[in-house]
């Protein structure tokens, strides 16, 4: 299976499946020097583990995560940075009826049609506990770019029709509330909501929104590897993601040029940066890119999740053997997968962002003979 590899300077290659051994991923690239223990990692896989709330899976996993190699005394060495978390709950009898057809928005048809035969324990490789992989990579590329001043905001802005109020906005909400977002009153009517749909046997999605502040000018390239193109990819090779948006996204749509385009200014006399003197922009309609490269406004994005495909109210579906059926999905599920998959935008985000960074060092002569004298 070829694609289990993302990123070209910092890159990180995810194995494994839902009801393997274990679930693991390799990151190369990461530069030596920079602090690094499990409890790093941990606490970044800690936001995406399972039952933590009745709106996750019951799957009982800890999801600790052992480093196997690329650090020494508490910093990387630059070389292979590998990483384990061991599956302790799986409960592959749950699945059994799953090998004989095909669940109805999941991707048992197209990987049966492709590879001749699948893992159908869980999904396998198409599972959502293959983002245990990207988030303990993320874990490293977020605690690097913090390292530089860059910073990261990601929540739950929507969960089915319920919307957060900005009215209401507050940060430390965000981990307040079992749903991440900041915003107590919508996470209350959010919850309300779920449980309404529990009750269904039903599910639904969300939106995420990310934010990514004290990004330099210039990371992404003009042409095929824009920033925001690179950022698109990530997020859509997230399962279940089924939209993406940078800046005001599809609203441009229905601007005017004077309305979208954002005014530049000197920092003193706008809101958008805090480095005086500088540079800046009076809005940020565009999401922080311009051209394909950051432009030192916040980078924002939203990415849409759909719902939570395995369901247990009846579906009706096709067999092995062509025969149309209904089917009750068996097993431990989520109602909704938004909450956990904050992390994982943000993961993806940050090693997008560290990739950019890291190919940005060599893209001017006297930035390369500034390194070197």
């Not at 970044?44 to 899976?57: A, E, I």
């Not at 999941?106 to 999904?123: L, N, Q, S, T, V």
């Not at 749909?197 to 590897?225: H, M, Q, R, W």
């Not at 394909?292 to 395995?310: E, H, Q």
Request: hydrophobic share 35%.
């Amino acid at each position: 299976m070829a694609g289990s590899s993302f990123g070209k300077l910092f890159k990180i290659t995810t194995w494994g499946e839902s009801h393997g051994k274990a679930i693991g991923v390799v990151v190369d690239g990461c530069p030596a020097g920079l602090p690094l223990c499990e409890e790093d990692i941990q606490i970044f896989l800690n936001r995406r583990k399972p039952g933590q709330s009745k709106f996750t899976t019951p799957r009982k996993e800890s999801d600790t995560v052992e480093i196997l190699s690329g650090v020494f005394e508490g910093k990387t060495t630059g070389t292979p940075i590998s990483m384990v978390v061991w599956n302790e709950d799986q409960r592959s009898r749950d699945y059994g009826d799953i090998a004989t057809y095909y669940r109805p928005g999941h991707a048992d048809y197209p990987f049966d049609e492709k590879y001749g035969f699948r893992d159908y324990r869980g999904g396998g490789r198409s599972s959502g506990r293959e983002t245990i992989g990207r988030v303990a990579a993320g874990a490293i590329a977020v605690k690097l770019l913090n390292e530089m001043g860059i910073d990261f905001l990601t929540y739950s802005e929507s969960i089915g029709p319920v919307s957060i109020d900005k009215s209401r906005f507050s940060v430390n909400e965000i981990y307040n509330n079992s749903l991440y977002m900041p915003d107590a009153v919508a996470a209350a009517s959010a919850a309300s909501y779920l449980e309404e749909l529990i009750a269904e046997k039903n599910s639904c999605g969300g939106v995420i929104y990310c934010e990514v502040t004290g990004l330099p000018v210039g990371l992404g390239e003009p042409v095929f590897d824009k920033i925001d193109a690179n950022l698109a990819k990530a997020m859509f090779s997230i399962g279940s993601v089924k939209g993406f948006e940078i800046g005001d996204g599809f609203d441009v749509a229905r601007a005017t040029g004077l309305e979208n385009n954002d005014a530049f200014c000197v920092a003193d006399s706008c809101t958008t940066s805090s480095s005086k003197g500088r540079i800046a922009k009076a809005t940020n309609h565009s999401g922080g890119t311009l051209g394909g490269m950051t432009d030192s406004a916040p980078l924002t994005m939203r990415v849409a999740i759909k719902p939570t495909p395995s369901i247990a109210s009846v579906q009706k579906t096709v067999n092995k053997d062509g025969e149309e059926i209904e089917i009750a999905i068996k097993g431990r599920h989520d109602p909704i997968i938004v909450p956990r998959a904050v992390v994982v935008v943000e993961a993806m985000a940050a090693i997008t962002i560290l990739d950019a960074v890291l190919e940005n060092m060599g893209s001017r002569m006297d930035k390369i003979l500034e390194f070197y004298k």
